[in-house]
């Protein structure tokens, strides 16, 4: 018989530190299992063709205009073939996913900060994931001007430029009200988690949230 297999998704603005708990999160998961699939995946990506969208959205020449319609059919299209060819299947063996961002991201990003018609973008989320949603999101909630500061930080070292990380902190503003709302509005699914503590603290805390949610993390 093969093991139902566990959703769980990453949510919050740039710096919060997702990358940082899925790496946590997944070390967990196969301590407390050996034999058990994990996998992380991320978007946009996950993907030959995720990953060349995820390119095309954070590093695409300035010159090049991406306007909120088109961006939300990226995200879309990404996270379509991202559903298709990796998450499901992974699902359908037993494995626990752990996904940085999914369509929650586009419902706060597109949809409120870009201020795009919210039923329109519920149907493409929708046409995009099949109807598949997380069991459990974790959203990583900081403060906006913490979250640009540790940005701001991360780019000192590199050398390209996130199309994304240059928005208003007004953006991010919305960004984060509209996590909080979706968070309010879902508790059965939904984690909220302080991300400016100590990471170890941050995935202590998720780990603890966790097992008060679901018997197989115990």
């Given at each position: ?6 959703f ?38 996950g ?6 969208i ?18 939300l ?47 329109i ?71 909220v988690?302080?991300?400016s ?22």
């Amino acid at each position: 018989m093969v093991t139902p297999g566990l959703f769980i998704t990453f949510e919050g603005s740039e710096g919060c530190g997702k990358s940082t708990q899925i790496t946590y999160l997944r070390k967990y998961f196969e301590q407390i299992n050996p034999l058990r699939e994990v996998i992380a995946v991320r978007e946009p990506g996950g993907t030959a063709l995720g990953e060349k969208i995820r390119h095309l959205l954070q590093y695409e020449n300035s010159h090049v205009s991406i306007v909120a319609q088109a961006e939300l059919l990226l995200f879309a299209a990404s996270r379509a073939q991202l559903v298709r060819e990796v998450i499901r299947p992974a699902l359908q063996r037993g494995a626990v996913v752990l996904c940085d961002r999914f369509l929650d991201s586009t419902t706060a990003y597109q949809g409120a900060a870009r201020a795009l018609n919210h039923d329109i973008v519920e149907v493409i989320n929708t046409f995009a994931t099949e109807g598949l949603l997380p069991d459990l999101t974790i959203l990583l909630d900081l403060e906006v001007t913490l979250g640009r500061a540790r940005v701001h930080q991360r780019s000192k070292k590199s050398a390209m430029i996130d199309r994304m990380e240059q928005e208003s902190e007004a953006f991010y503003e919305s960004v984060r009200k509209e996590y909080l709302n979706l968070a309010s509005l879902q508790r059965k699914r939904w984690i909220v988690m302080d991300a400016s503590l100590p990471p170890e603290q941050v995935a202590q805390n998720i780990i603890m949230k966790l097992q008060e949610k679901i018997e197989c993390v115990k």
